[in-house]
């Protein structure tokens, strides 16, 4: 049941980039109805004044103002995107399509019918529908919009509903020419599918050409896991090889005296204790080289950097490099990937252990701002901050470049800040970097809070 349960909460994690770019593209069109309805009255109030063309206007407001209502703050904008189904987003758009699609053809019936030189205007509408919605959807709209049409043009010329001419663009009674009537039709239709199929297919390229993009950043990112790991490969064995001499020397002790029943049993506490901390550590270790799909969660920050530490620590007090700390013990979460920050404080803390070959202090700081001037929101932030060889003012604009490294790293990859920096603003934050040499480095990792309440660490 927690099985499924996870399986469930990630799925909906994973979906949240989608429903975010879904909502960012929706916004869209909810901007260019709002273009759409201005430029309606605008035009219906010009001809008025200008002359007689329109014959009935009074229709014309009153679609205009029922686009007003539907697009007034539309359902999907009052809830979190976290709360909401992916599919419940895309119903939604495709209902105020639909909406459109039935307002535009009311627009152009009391505005000239099948003479109105605007009617290839619904052309630019299904382009926006086959960006937003799938290619199936969008040969539907395509479908429906060619149905909706058809009927106002033959309603019209059957004269079951009335022919509203217009005085202007084109000699009145085309609406009755047969010829006009299936060449608009054939021009249309054969315009609005093309279209859609154009629209779609470029869509559908450039969603794959970002996919691939994204496996290939994967890609890179767990490349420089693998490098990384190596790099603690000394520290982790000497976090198991310690526990691993104990249980040697209880083995030892044990079967110098093995009818003392209480020393048994105390020797015996003692390797179960050697034994969990091994499995701690090839977990933490593990768990950090596994690779995995982005999964979004609430945070705590100061909880990735003190796991980061019980990564680096031993090998850090072997080069004579001190720790210190200084979290804000009451901090707001950040929604991100657990996993991906804690590679990223990993590298920063690497090459300041790096940047210091003689030893020297590594310090780690948290806390949070109300507003942050470059991100333009609530963030919670960590420094990393070395006393080591500093950086070059001419070289700090190039260290985040793939490949780029200084002299004093020439033994990493040169992608560990490069990776880092892609993380940190698929978070929607950024990495800063204050560094004078021979006096050290501080990198400041600053991310949006999510929006939860603060909890103690």
């Known amino acids: 049941m927690e099985q499924t349960q996870l399986f469930r909460e990630k799925a909906v994690d994973d979906e949240l980039p989608f429903k975010l770019e879904l909502i960012k593209q929706i916004g869209w069109l909810v901007r260019l109805r709002w273009i759409a309805i201005g430029g309606v009255f605008f035009t219906v109030t010009i001809a008025n004044l200008v002359g007689d063309i329109i014959s009935r206007p009074i229709p014309l407001y009153i679609i205009a103002a029922l686009m007003v209502l539907y697009n007034f703050e539309p359902q999907m904008y009052r809830k979190a995107p976290e709360q909401?189904?992916?599919?419940?987003?895309?119903?939604?758009?495709?209902?105020?399509?639909?909406?459109?699609?039935?307002?535009?053809?009311?627009?152009?019936?009391?505005?000239?019918?099948?003479?109105?030189?605007?009617?290839?205007?619904?052309?630019?509408?299904?382009?926006?529908?086959?960006?937003?919605?799938?290619k199936r959807?969008?040969?539907?709209?395509?479908?429906?919009?060619?149905?909706?049409?058809?009927?106002?043009?033959?309603?019209?010329?059957?004269?079951?509903?009335?022919?509203y001419s217009l005085k202007v663009f084109l000699p009145d009674g085309l609406w009755r020419n047969q010829v006009y009537i299936f060449g608009v039709l054939f021009v249309f239709t054969s315009t609005l599918f093309f279209s859609v199929y154009l629209a779609t297919t470029i869509t559908q390229t450039a969603r794959e050409r970002e996919a691939d993009r994204k496996r290939m950043e994967q890609q890179l990112i767990f490349s420089e896991k693998m490098a990384t790991i190596g790099?603690?490969?000394?520290?982790?064995?000497?976090?198991?090889?310690?526990?691993?001499?104990?249980?040697?020397?209880?083995?030892?002790?044990?079967?110098?005296?093995?009818?003392?029943?209480k020393q048994t049993q105390e020797y015996l506490d003692l390797m179960e204790e050697a034994i969990r901390r091994i499995e701690a550590t090839i977990g933490k270790l593990l768990d950090f080289s596994r690779p995995h799909e982005l999964l979004l969660t609430a945070v705590n920050i100061n909880e990735v950097v003190n796991e980061t530490i019980g990564l680096l620590e031993y090998g850090a007090l072997e080069k004579g490099i001190h720790i210190e700390t200084d979290f804000q013990e009451q901090i707001a979460r950040l929604h991100g990937d657990k996993h991906l920050l804690e590679q990223v404080i990993l590298n920063l803390s690497l090459n300041a252990i790096?940047?210091?070959?003689?030893?020297?202090?590594?310090?780690?700081?948290?806390?949070?701002?109300?507003l942050d001037p470059l991100i333009r929101q609530p963030i919670v932030f960590v420094k990393v901050i070395d006393t080591g060889i500093g950086i070059s003012a001419s070289v700090q604009?190039?260290?985040?470049?793939?490949?780029?490294?200084?002299?004093?790293?020439?033994?990493?990859?040169?992608?560990?800040?490069?990776?880092?920096?892609?993380?940190?603003?698929?978070?929607?934050?950024?990495?800063?970097?204050?560094?004078?040499?021979?006096?050290?480095?501080?990198?400041?990792?600053?991310?949006?809070?999510?929006?939860?309440?603060?909890?103690?660490?």
């Open 397 to 457: 604009d190039r260290i985040f470049d793939p490949f780029y490294t200084t002299q004093i790293m020439e033994k990493g990859t040169g992608l560990g800040l490069s990776v880092s920096d892609r993380i940190v603003r698929q978070h929607q934050g950024v990495i800063e970097v204050e560094s004078e040499e021979g006096k050290g480095s501080t990198f400041t990792v600053k991310l949006p809070i999510a929006r939860v309440h603060k909890q103690e660490v």
């Open 84 to 134: 909401q189904r992916l599919s419940s987003i895309r119903r939604q758009a495709c209902i105020h399509i639909i909406l459109d699609l039935f307002s535009l053809t009311a627009l152009i019936h009391f505005s000239g019918g099948v003479e109105n030189p605007f009617i290839f205007y619904f052309v630019f509408h299904l382009i926006i529908a086959s960006i937003i919605l799938s």
């Open 231 to 261: 790099e603690l490969a000394a520290g982790v064995a000497h976090e198991i090889n310690n526990p691993l001499d104990g249980l040697l020397n209880c083995i030892l002790r044990i079967q110098r005296d093995p009818a003392n029943i």
């Open 137 to 163: 959807v969008s040969y539907i709209l395509a479908a429906l919009n060619t149905v909706l049409l058809s009927s106002l043009i033959f309603l019209e010329y059957f004269e079951i509903i009335p022919h």
């Open 354 to 370: 790096t940047a210091m070959p003689k030893g020297g202090k590594l310090r780690f700081e948290t806390g949070e701002m109300s």
